[in-house]
């Protein structure tokens, strides 16, 4: 079973701009959660979809956006960048039907200039 | 954000030694999980724990689910140098409302 992808690996981008990144789960998994990973904050969690619906939401401003489509890859999106979002934006699929394990992808390391 | 408190923060050991880290929460976990993170990647999980009492290994890695639910040991035997990372522990509650820890950062002199 192939693991969680996400793309691209590295990103460099100026203040102001926007920026989306992918994510690919684990086949059968419906659930994608969004990780925010730096050193000063640790892993803060900043959305989880599930079925194409955003289920849970972590506490970041508007800026940070997602969706999930039918197959249920996802899309993060960060709008107007400043230099904090800096940091390493990890993905984790699940089954999302109950307690379950996430499996991470290897992360997208974003720099903002 | 962070509700588990991992530690210690980061541990020196040589080869051949035990390492004993822990987490503690105040609140109750239906799930603890034990990753490590290396450099540039993401967090690969290494033990996962159910039920309250639970004492799991996987190799040199023995982890337990704490009694009262609010906490989880994870012990590596024997370490080697590419035991190197980083180790983070999670509690989970359903619903993938999961809370990490602030990792424990491992260095194995050979």
């Known amino acids: 079973k192939a693991g969680v992808t996400q793309t691209p690996r590295y990103l460099i981008k100026t203040r102001g701009q926007q920026v989306t990144l992918s994510c690919s789960p684990i086949?059968?998994?419906?659930?994608v959660s969004w990780y925010q990973q730096t050193p000063g904050q640790g892993l803060q969690f900043l959305f989880e979809?599930?079925?194409?619906?955003?289920?849970n939401k972590g506490n970041f401003p508007g800026r940070f956006s997602g969706r999930q489509f039918s197959n249920s890859r996802s899309e993060m999106n960060v709008s107007t960048l400043e230099l904090g979002d800096s940091a390493l934006y990890l993905c984790?699929?699940?089954?999302?039907?109950?307690?379950?394990?996430?499996?991470f992808g290897p992360g997208t390391r974003l720099t903002v200039l | 954000g962070q509700q588990l408190n991992q530690s210690p923060q980061s541990m020196f050991i040589q080869e051949g030694e035990d390492v004993s880290m822990n987490c503690t929460s105040s609140s109750i976990f239906n799930t603890w999980l034990w990753y490590k993170q290396d450099p540039g990647e993401g967090p690969v999980l290494l033990i996962a724990?159910?039920?309250?009492?639970e004492l799991t290994s996987n190799g040199r890695l023995t982890a337990q689910f704490g009694i009262t639910r609010k906490d989880s040991f994870l012990n590596i035997s024997a370490s080697i140098p590419s035991d190197v990372g980083i180790y983070f522990c999670?509690?989970?509650?359903?619903?993938?409302?999961?809370?990490f820890g602030a990792g424990t950062r491992l260095t194995v002199k050979p």
């Open positions: 999670a509690g989970q509650r359903g619903n993938n409302d999961m809370r």
């Open positions: 724990l159910y039920k309250a009492g």
């Open positions: 979809y599930f079925s194409e619906t955003q289920r």
């Open positions: 086949s059968g998994h419906r659930s």
């Open positions: 984790a699929s699940s089954s999302g039907l109950g307690p379950d394990t996430q499996y």
